[in-house]
């Protein structure tokens, strides 16, 4: 028995105003693809759907679609439960349907039992899967106790450890002759968050449940982290990771999805698969010229990568930004963000020369400003220019308040 997990697809999700749809249709055909060649038949995906409780229409027909698809080739289950980004009426909205097609919706847990799927191959009990999803606080603890958040804190985490050994002694008593694989959506102890796209996810910091409560079972898929890797020492408690990076803090992570073969109860191989990048995303520093050296190497006009851009010179203008980010995407890129890296120490007045701002006014105080910026200093034109340009925008301002 071959089992895929995979998770975090967070389908839907606009990137500084960019789609990702091109992205997660590369990667559906690729998962499909893979399904077929390794001969998977179990496909578990750990939570993060979709990447807003309201998904556009596109994300979900491109979501039915490929489910519909799988059941044409080796896999025989499909097992999906809800992440703290889905909405569980958008995810249960097929579930009785997905039944008749061998694909299991967990999206809240309440129902404890819902959560335990038996599954069976030619008759015969093959593997049971305890389907958790991201346990919401009404799952959890009563939400009427009042409680600081310390103590609400203690609660979930003893809310999460008695859930898991509530629904492993029930997947015992239906057979502890097959392997008992769970699911879950949060951050363990052992793991490590390194991504600014993975929310804070309960209440207060729960960043941290002890991992040791998912030590009884035979595999955990685990969902919500972006990072693809094992939790502490533990080879068969994973995190698959997302397939496409989600935010610049991921751009130089490889996206993966893990395979698990059983033979009956025992665990046979854990295998780690590299997922392509479908969209390239680089994170480039360092002054003007040495930024325009770097978008050459990487350019590629038919499938621009995105790009993090961080300047450490004062030799790009911001009235020119607009005109450098249009010349950077008719190249070959696409800047999604642009920011610029100061010395604070370049960036103050000596202490002789501060005034209190309530004895200056707005015009004193960016005129100040403006001589701080040593190409300005011998460029009187453009130092009008900028003062100009700064009245009209204070007008206009002023012109809205009023």
Same mark, same amino acid.
């Given at each position: 028995? +071959?089992?895929?997990?995979?998770?975090?697809?967070?389908?839907?999700?606009?990137?500084?105003?960019?789609?990702?749809?091109?992205?997660?249709?590369?990667?559906?055909?690729?998962?499909?693809?893979?399904?077929?060649?390794?001969?998977?038949?179990?496909?578990?995906?750990?939570?993060?759907?979709?990447?807003?409780?309201?998904?556009?229409?596109?994300?979900?027909?491109?979501?039915?679609?490929?489910?519909?698809?799988?059941?044409?080739?080796?896999?025989?289950?499909?097992?999906?439960?809800?992440?703290?980004?889905?909405?569980?009426?958008?995810?249960?909205?097929?579930?009785?349907?997905?039944?008749?097609?061998?694909?299991?919706?967990?999206?809240?847990?309440?129902?404890?039992?819902?959560?335990?799927?038996?599954?069976?191959?030619?008759?015969?009990?093959?593997?049971?899967?305890?389907?958790?999803?991201?346990?919401?606080?009404?799952?959890?603890?009563?939400?009427?106790?009042?409680?600081?958040?310390?103590?609400?804190?203690?609660?979930?985490?003893?809310?999460?450890?008695?859930?898991?050994?509530?629904?492993?002694?029930?997947?015992?008593?239906?057979?502890?002759?097959?392997?008992?694989?769970?699911?879950?959506?949060?951050?363990?102890?052992?793991?490590?968050?390194?991504?600014?796209?993975?929310?804070?996810?309960?209440?207060?910091?729960?960043?941290?449940?002890?991992?040791?409560?998912?030590?009884?079972?035979?595999?955990?898929?685990?969902?919500?982290?972006?990072?693809?890797?094992?939790?502490?020492?533990?080879?068969?408690?994973?995190?698959?990771?997302?397939?496409?990076?989600?935010?610049?803090?991921?751009?130089?992570?490889?996206? +993966?999805?893990?395979?698990?073969?059983?033979?009956?109860?025992?665990?046979?191989?854990?295998?780690?698969?590299?997922?392509?990048?479908?969209?390239?995303?680089?994170?480039?520093?360092?002054?003007?010229?040495?930024?325009?050296?770097?978008?050459?190497?990487?350019?590629?006009?038919?499938?621009?990568?995105?790009?993090?851009?961080?300047?450490?010179?004062?030799?790009?203008?911001?009235?020119?930004?607009?005109?450098?980010?249009?010349?950077?995407?008719?190249?070959?890129?696409?800047?999604?963000?642009?920011?610029?890296?100061?010395?604070?120490?370049?960036?103050?007045?000596?202490?002789?020369?501060?005034?209190?701002?309530?004895?200056?006014?707005?015009?004193?105080?960016?005129?100040?400003?403006?001589?701080?910026?040593?190409?300005?200093?011998?460029?009187?034109?453009?130092?009008?220019?900028?003062?100009?340009?700064?009245?009209?925008?204070?007008?206009?301002?002023?012109?809205?308040?009023?």
């Amino acid at each position: 028995m +071959k089992i895929l997990h995979t998770s975090d697809w967070h389908l839907g999700q606009n990137f500084k105003n960019r789609t990702r749809e091109g992205e997660h249709r590369a990667f559906f055909e690729w998962l499909e693809n893979t399904i077929i060649e390794k001969t998977i038949d179990i496909l578990i995906v750990a939570g993060d759907i979709f990447d807003t409780t309201n998904p556009p229409k596109y994300a979900l027909t491109m979501y039915h679609d490929f489910l519909v698809k799988l059941t044409q080739t080796s896999c025989r289950e499909i097992v999906i439960v809800a992440g703290n980004h889905d909405s569980i009426a958008t995810i249960e909205m097929t579930k009785n349907f997905a039944k008749l097609l061998h694909i299991h919706i967990v999206a809240s847990g309440e129902d404890i039992d819902e959560t335990l799927l038996t599954i069976q191959n030619e008759g015969k009990v093959e593997a049971i899967i305890c389907a958790v999803p991201f346990l919401r606080d009404k799952v959890l603890r009563d939400a009427n106790i009042t409680k600081d958040n310390q103590e609400i804190e203690e609660a979930f985490k003893e809310g999460i450890k008695n859930y898991y050994q509530n629904i492993y002694q029930k997947a015992v008593a239906i057979s502890s002759k097959v392997p008992i694989i769970a699911t879950g959506h949060f951050t363990t102890t052992g793991s490590s968050l390194k991504s600014d796209s993975e929310r804070e996810i309960y209440i207060g910091k729960l960043s941290s449940v002890n991992s040791d409560i998912l030590t009884p079972f035979d595999y955990v898929a685990m969902g919500h982290l972006h990072r693809a890797q094992k939790v502490g020492d533990n080879e068969y408690i994973r995190y698959s990771g997302s397939p496409i990076a989600l935010s610049f803090s991921e751009y130089n992570q490889q996206k +993966k999805v893990v395979i698990v073969t059983f033979d009956t109860k025992e665990r046979k191989s854990i295998e780690i698969v590299d997922i392509p990048s479908f969209k390239k995303m680089y994170r480039v520093e360092g002054n003007l010229a040495e930024i325009k050296e770097q978008i050459e190497t990487i350019k590629d006009a038919q499938n621009r990568p995105f790009l993090d851009v961080i300047l450490s010179d004062d030799s790009l203008l911001n009235l020119d930004i607009n005109e450098f980010l249009q010349d950077s995407y008719e190249k070959g890129v696409d800047i999604l963000s642009f920011k610029r890296k100061y010395s604070v120490e370049d960036r103050v007045l000596v202490q002789e020369d501060i005034q209190k701002l309530n004895q200056l006014d707005t015009l004193e105080v960016f005129k100040k400003r403006v001589a701080l910026e040593e190409n300005l200093v011998a460029d009187d034109a453009l130092q009008e220019k900028l003062i100009n340009e700064y009245k009209i925008i204070v007008e206009e301002l002023l012109d809205e308040d009023n």
